[in-house]
């Protein structure tokens, strides 16, 4: 995939967490970038939009920022029911796709 | 409240085509606020989107897999439908139908998702 993420995180329950995004001017730095999460078992669900934004029923502990190429996703005062793959997503104007991160799996310890 | 499900054959032969259905239930699929998409995920792997169709039957498929897709959209029972010619072992996916909130620029409703595997 062209976003890179790393393949794991790990944090004890209440602390913050913090899951990278790389991508490039072609997508993360001239569009929106969205995380989805996806629990075990079970298909992907929309956590953030629009870099920060959250639906209607996700918690305010899961924020998204960006930063030129990459973007950021924070999960403050990790709960055990966080334990999930965690996916970045953007639109690529080069390659005219809609790009997928490589996904990070998140371990509550 | 939308739901989405999809519905097809859980074993394709190789070389054939995989056909899969969506169905909507709870809503419209003639807003023009929305496309419908499929993803993908390879058992143990990462999601990959196939494309989006537009409630007029417009298809933006991807790239990579633009010469084997078809998609459809039959708003009188709203469903929307993929077509994957030429399957291959790499084809075999838990396969994803999703609702893309064209606002959003986000898929923000997705069906439970479909196994299907492409072997003989």
């Known amino acids: 995939s062209v976003l890179t993420q790393p393949p794991s995180a790990s944090g004890t329950p209440g602390q913050r967490v913090t899951i990278s995004c790389s991508g490039s001017s072609s997508n993360v730095g001239s569009n929106t970038v969205t995380w989805y999460q996806q629990l075990p078992g079970t298909a992907p669900k929309l956590l953030i939009y629009s870099y920060n934004q959250r639906p209607a029923g996700v918690p305010d502990r899961f924020s998204g920022s960006k930063s030129g190429t990459s973007a950021s996703l924070a999960i403050s005062g990790l709960q055990s029911e966080d334990e999930a793959d965690y996916y970045c997503a953007s639109w690529d104007v080069s390659l005219n796709d809609y790009v997928i991160g490589t996904g990070t799996q998140v371990t509550v310890l | 409240q939308l739901q989405l499900q999809e519905s097809g054959p859980g074993l394709v032969k190789p070389s054939e085509t995989l056909s899969l259905t969506c169905t909507v239930s709870?809503?419209?699929?003639?807003?023009?606020?929305?496309?419908w998409g499929w993803i993908r995920q390879p058992p143990g792997m990462g999601l990959e989107w196939i494309g989006s169709?537009?409630?007029?039957?417009?298809?933006y498929p991807s790239p990579s897999l633009r010469s084997r897709v078809t998609m459809s959209v039959d708003a009188s029972k709203t469903q929307f439908s993929l077509r994957l010619s030429s399957v291959t072992a790499a084809d075999t996916s838990i396969y994803y139908c999703?609702?893309?909130?064209?606002?959003?620029?986000?898929?923000?409703?997705w069906g439970q998702g479909t196994l299907v595997t492409v072997s003989s």
């Open positions: 709870g809503d419209s699929i003639s807003s023009s606020n929305y496309f």
């Open positions: 999703a609702r893309r909130n064209l606002n959003w620029k986000a898929f923000d409703i």
């Open positions: 169709v537009s409630h007029s039957g417009k298809s």
